[in-house]
């Protein structure tokens, strides 16, 4: 069924909706059936997990961090990740700064910002997002590329309030842009949108949809 579902999320999605195929908790195999079927954008959140599959499967799969990430084991996929997702403060930035380095690397990110209702959920408010990116700090940062930014809308069936979140996202992006990237056009990503509401995302200007169990089954 992977071939299936992925032939029909990618029919579903526009071509310039970067499709990120969430693998978590999946056995190595199922993203091997992925990968023959054509994918090769792998989203993970756990480092063990990551680190253990990265080993396992094909080297031109372009692995991204999407879960919450601790700043002690950024060092395990400094290596080879391509993407962290989810940077929520100055400290787990200068970490992966550091281990870039290390690695002679530098390391694309996006900022997670707060988007949903629900507290439990990580992620920056906007002031703090403009906090991080006029700190001197940041701005010397040689092997980090802020490269847009990520968000989840809060778990619920009442459509307008997802639509509202994704937009409040959006904006947040926009803003960003002009202010600080307007010249550099690596910062474009717009990472919203998982198996339950990656439409309404791509309607709302996604870029960048995470999706789990709609291509490998619920977990
Ligand atoms: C698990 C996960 C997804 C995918 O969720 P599905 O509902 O299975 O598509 C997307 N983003 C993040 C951050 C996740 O942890």
Not at 50 to 62: A, Q, S
Not at 82 to 98: G, M, P, T
Not at 109 to 118: G, P, R, S, V
Not at 148 to 153: C, K, N
Request: proline content about 2%; glycine content about 6%.
């Amino acid at each position: 069924m992977i071939r299936e579902n992925l032939e029909l999320i990618r029919a579903e999605i526009p071509s310039g909706v970067t499709l990120v195929a969430v693998s978590k908790t999946k056995p190595a195999h199922m993203l091997q059936e992925a990968y023959d079927a054509g994918q090769r954008i792998f989203g993970e959140n756990k480092v063990q997990e990551l680190v253990d599959k990265f080993g396992e499967l094909p080297e031109d799969i372009e692995w991204h961090m999407i879960g919450h990430l601790q700043s002690n084991k950024v060092k395990y996929i400094a290596p080879f990740v391509s993407l962290i997702h989810a940077v929520d403060s100055l400290k787990l930035l200068r970490e992966i700064n550091k281990q870039a380095k290390k690695n002679d690397r530098i390391i694309n990110c996006l900022l997670q910002f707060h988007i949903a209702e629900e507290e439990s959920k990580f992620g920056l408010s906007f002031d703090d997002g403009r906090e991080i990116l006029e700190s001197n700090e940041f701005v010397e940062m040689e092997n980090v590329s802020v490269v847009g930014v990520m968000g989840m809308a809060t778990f619920t069936s009442d459509q307008e309030q997802v639509r509202d979140e994704f937009r409040t996202l959006e904006n947040y992006f926009n803003v960003l842009k002009s202010h600080y990237f307007k010249f550099n056009d690596s910062f474009e990503h717009i990472s919203m949108g998982m198996s339950g509401d990656y439409k309404l995302a791509i309607e709302e200007g996604s870029n960048m949809v995470r999706i789990g169990s709609s291509i490998f089954g619920s977990r």
